[in-house]
């Protein structure tokens, strides 16, 4: 699904990713953990094709395809999908406007006619009610006087209406209470299948608790230092990066 | 060469525009020759066959153009105008004799019309909207004709008005923009060629949209529109009105004077959606827009709204405004002008309150790419008797890279204590952020620009009638194509 190998990124000469390979079969979950500034978010933005920075070296390939070279929303209509740490408000664009228009680019790039209407408010609908969104919600402005929560759970209404092949996860969990943790991960875990595959970039080990990962790797300075499975997050948790970093 | 071969061919040549308007049809003309001087306006009384005392009406203008300087206000660089290089008149030769139904009319206007998107046939014809079509200086049809005239509402040509209802022209025209106002006033009213004359009896409610569509197609030539709208007591009307024109090198100038009267309890709503040829990338060509627009709530209670989508013309100068003459009146103006690559705008508002708890609203959204200058320019202006009288101005502004401007103008004056006015305003440029956000989604950039400028827009474009509420969100987009790399 997803092979990336030797990455070195820079943002204005500063270098924030040195030497990172990571790599995500089909059907795979991951999570990516590790301290503030250690190039997390960089990698999701990175791999979603966000300009500014610049790729100093390494290949990612994705199904066979140089990722790197693909716009973005290239990248998105061929299955990538971000959900982001902080998602855009977009004014005067109501909620269920911006999923068909989404929906729609993507069939188009595919070759495919628009979704007709009905279908697509019934597709709406049975997602939105998985994850305890209120129809209200969908008629308000994208993000418009969101909550944090009710931000999160969009994003996840958004991956789960374009089903991705390959989804980043960035921090989905901070801000999120109990309860809106909870519906958000069933959501993502509905989603899990053979055909295809997470990275869920996260700080805590509580958001694991839920989604259980494949592999954990930990991120620090730029470089992936420690690689394992679950196990590992729990002795992250008790450990704390710096330990974990030092022994790698 | 056929009309349509040329059609064709000069649509093919359009190359990397995007102007989707810019066809010409080719028609035999009626034309005199250039330039502006009293036998021209006899020239076009006597093509319309116009009382003595409309003539009189033209020349008395002429005399007081002659006088007036052109306006200087306006933020923009407006080339001279050679008043004696252009065509005051064209209409095609087969218009001349008024044909007397669709099937008298040539079909290559009639083609014209639908490629438009404005079929003029019975069986053709848009549901819900009558409309007047206007090529060049002349009126082509106007549809629906009967169905209204038998609610009393009078729906025809300014042309046609001036015969057949000459006591209500003479008692209106001129009566909103007086003659003497500035330079374009008194030139339009000097050679108005056509335009829409509406006249709403007492007590009715207008069924369906009125709507004129300009089109301007013949070279070198000013369009002078002339509109007038009147709805007399506890009536409604809503018109809407369109505007293309084809892709030429030269400059072309459309003034148009535009009146509305509303009466006691009544309601006009009018709404433009104006895409002239804005000219090409580098600034060549395009129409000079000089629009005067202007309605009198006169009766108590009444009502005035002006919805603009303003998207073409090289030069536009625009300020619709409202004389809230009667006690407890309203005035509207919601505006969407959008300028790109070369093009200028500097349009807005003028609110006169005069009659006790007057109230009147203006939101603006402005918007400016490529090196484009987009100004809001406004007046709200409080008399002394108007008691309790209430304003509340929203101006906006959203730029699309680093050079192109955007400059708000407004002034408020004001000469009552007891009135309320408020004014908004933002500029914020074009957000990378949400960019990324709807790419990410799988939207490609120019398709994320048109959503995140139509969000913008949507307070102004909710006020359009629906059946042009689409129509316009595409033109909002298809207007940016370009704006971002």
């Known amino acids: ?248 | 060469m056929a009309a349509t071969e040329q059609t064709i061919k000069q649509v093919n040549t359009l190359g990397s525009s995007d102007y989707k308007y810019g066809f010409s049809t080719e028609v035999d003309e009626i034309r005199p020759s250039k330039g502006l001087n009293e036998e021209i306006i006899k020239f076009i009384s006597a093509q319309k066959d116009e009382p003595e005392w409309m003539l009189e009406w033209r020349l008395n203008a002429f005399k007081v153009f002659n006088k007036l300087p052109k306006p200087q206000w306006a933020k923009l660089n407006i080339p001279e105008i050679d008043y004696q290089d252009c065509y005051y008149y064209s209409i095609p030769k087969s218009l001349k004799d008024k044909p007397k139904s669709l099937d008298e009319i040539d079909p290559e206007i009639l083609k014209t019309y639908e490629k438009l998107g404005i079929p003029l046939k019975e069986q053709k014809m848009l549901s819900g909207i009558a409309v007047d079509a206007v090529f060049d200086s002349v009126s082509v049809a106007t549809t629906y004709k009967k169905q209204l005239s038998d609610l009393g509402i009078v729906f025809c040509s300014i042309s046609e008005a001036v015969k057949t209802h000459p006591e209500l022209v003479k008692k209106y025209l001129g009566s909103v923009i007086p003659v003497s106002d500035h330079s374009f006033a008194a030139l339009n009213s000097a050679v108005f060629t056509d335009g829409s004359f509406i006249y709403i009896p007492e007590g009715v409610r207008c069924p369906v949209e009125l709507s004129t569509y300009f089109r301007i197609n013949a070279m070198n030539t000013g369009q002078f529109e002339r509109t007038l709208i009147i709805a007399d007591k506890d009536s409604y009307v809503s018109y809407l009105e369109g505007c293309t024109a084809p892709m030429r090198d030269e400059n072309q100038l459309h003034a148009a004077n535009v009146e509305l009267v509303a009466l006691d309890n009544a309601e006009i709503k009018y709404s433009t959606v104006q895409n002239w040829y804005p000219g090409d990338k580098e600034g060549k060509g395009g129409i000079y827009n000089f629009v005067t627009k202007r309605g009198a709530c006169r009766g108590k209670n009444s009502k005035i709204s002006w919805t603009q989508v303003e998207t073409g013309s090289a030069i536009t100068w625009k300020y619709p405004s409202c004389i809230l003459q009667g006690d407890n009146s309203k005035g509207e103006f919601y505006s969407v002008a959008i300028t790109n690559n070369m093009q200028q705008a500097d349009t807005g508002t003028k609110m006169i309150h005069i009659g006790k708890n007057t109230s009147s609203k203006i939101i603006s959204k402005g918007i400016s790419a490529g090196k484009a200058n987009n100004t809001y320019r406004g007046l709200v202006n409080i008399l002394s008797k108007a008691k309790n009288a209430r304003n509340f101005t929203q101006c906006d502004s959203l730029l699309i890279g680093n050079q192109c401007g955007a400059h708000t103008v407004p002034y408020i004056e004001s000469s009552n204590s007891d009135s309320m006015v408020e004014h908004e305003a933002t500029t914020s440029k074009i957000n990378e952020d949400q960019l990324f956000y709807c790419q990410q989604r799988g939207l490609n950039s120019e398709d994320a620009v048109g959503l995140i400028v139509n969000g913008f827009c949507k307070e102004v474009l909710q006020h359009l009638p629906m059946e042009f509420a689409v129509e316009a969100q595409k033109l909002v987009a298809i207007s940016l194509e370009g704006s971002v790399g």
């Open chain 1, 1 to 248: 699904m997803l092979e990336i190998k030797n990455l070195h990124v820079s943002i204005e000469e500063k270098k924030i990713i040195k030497g990172l390979d990571l790599s995500i079969n089909k059907g795979e979950v991951h999570a990516l953990m590790g301290p503030n500034g250690s190039g997390k978010s960089t990698l999701s933005y990175v791999l979603s094709g966000k300009d500014k920075y610049e790729i100093n070296d390494g290949t990612i390939d994705y199904n066979g395809k140089n990722l790197l070279e693909l716009d973005v929303d290239e990248r998105a209509n061929e299955g990538l999908f971000l959900a982001f740490q902080y998602p855009m408000e977009i004014p005067g664009v109501q909620t269920s406007f911006f999923l068909k228009t989404a929906i729609n680019s993507k069939r188009k790039y595919l070759g495919q006619s628009e979704m007709d209407a009905l279908e697509f408010a019934k597709l709406m609908k049975s997602k939105a009610e998985e994850l305890n969104i209120s129809t209200e919600m969908l008629k308000r402005d994208l993000n418009v006087n969101y909550s944090g929560g009710e931000k999160k759970k969009q994003e996840i209404l958004q991956m789960s209406m374009l089903s991705p092949k390959m989804a980043i996860l960035d921090e989905t969990d901070s801000g999120l209470d109990i309860d809106a943790l909870r519906i958000v991960s069933e959501g993502v875990n509905k989603l899990r299948n053979n055909d295809n595959s997470f990275l869920v970039i996260t700080h805590y080990q509580r958001l694991l608790n839920y989604i259980k990962p494949d592999f954990v790797h930990i991120i620090a300075d730029g470089k992936i230092v420690k690689s394992g499975d679950y196990s590992l997050a729990l002795e992250l948790e008790e450990k704390g990066y710096e330990e974990i970093s030092q022994t790698a």
